[in-house]
């Protein structure tokens, strides 16, 4: 019933920025969780940055702590993550979720639905 599309990954270089967009169909709820994963080749998907549908509760991994940051635009359905100073270790296919139910936003089976991915890659 909800539908999560991701857009706006690119070649970039080392030091360069990127935004991440996650435009959510269906009736979404106020409740929802949004997360950010990611998944570099021969890895396993790991948390990136999650954020309540309202905003007022956000999380990132240690990693992208003051370089990447999480929003969105209620009007549009859509969720956004900003990437600064990206670098060739944030190289990975993106995943925007969406999830309802568990208490570990950190958890990819804390999520229901998810996007297609789509490919950053950071140039050293």
């Not at 999380?59 to 929003?71: D, E, L, M, P, Q």
């Not at 936003?105 to 490919?119: D, E, F, K, P, R």
Request: charged share 15%; glycine share 12%; aromatic share 12%.
């Amino acid at each position: 019933q909800v539908q999560v599309v991701e857009s706006g990954g690119a070649s970039v270089q080392a030091g360069g920025s990127l935004r991440l967009s996650c435009a959510v169909s269906g009736r979404t709820l106020s409740s929802y969780r949004m997360g950010w994963f990611r998944q570099a080749p021969g890895k396993e998907r790991e948390f990136v940055a999650a954020s309540s549908w309202s905003g007022t509760t956000t999380a990132y991994a240690t990693n992208v702590k003051g370089r990447f940051t999480i929003s969105r635009d209620n009007a549009k359905n859509t969720v956004y993550l900003q990437m600064n100073s990206l670098k060739p270790e944030d190289t990975a296919v993106y995943y925007c979720a969406a999830g309802l139910g568990g208490s570990d936003w950190y958890a990819s089976m804390s999520y229901n639905y998810w996007g297609q991915g789509t490919q950053v890659t950071v140039s050293s």
